[in-house]
Nanobody
Framework: QEQLEESGGDLVQPGGSLRLSCTAS????????MGWYRQAPGKERELVAA???????SYADSVKGRFTASKDNDKNTVYLQMNNLKPEDTAVYYC??????????WGQGTQVTVSS
């Protein structure tokens, strides 16, 4: 059973930055695609960034130009660098992998709150 653990969520002011991390229990990110998702209260879960096993990333329009996904295969970790954060970015952020969407394995989530 693959295990994923997110970290890095925090309270940040608008315009600020955060880097989320997602660490897997195996080297699954080097051989499978993954996704960063978020879910805000009362809203549906949305895909924020999709990363191929080769490391190519695509982004939701709402975060394009502000968020960047990257990965370190040696550390079994994928990152989400989030810049110029806005209040509407407030959500619980999840990483997921395993097969194709909807992914089989999910982390527990990390809270990102953007507020002054």
């Amino acid at each position: 059973q693959e295990q994923l653990e997110e970290s890095g969520g925090d309270l940040v002011q608008p315009g600020g930055s955060l880097r989320l991390s997602c660490t897997a229990s195996t080297n699954i990110f080097s051989r499978a695609p993954m996704g960063w998702y978020r879910q805000a209260p009362g809203k549906e879960r949305e895909l924020v960034a999709a990363v191929t096993f080769g490391g190519s990333a695509s982004y939701a329009d709402s975060v394009k130009g502000r968020f960047t996904a990257s990965k370190d295969n040696d550390k079994n970790t994928v990152y989400l660098q989030m810049n110029n954060l806005k209040p509407e970015d407030t959500a619980v952020y999840y990483c997921a992998t395993g097969g194709l969407p909807p992914f089989r394995y999910w982390g527990q989530g990390t809270q990102v709150t953007v507020s002054s």
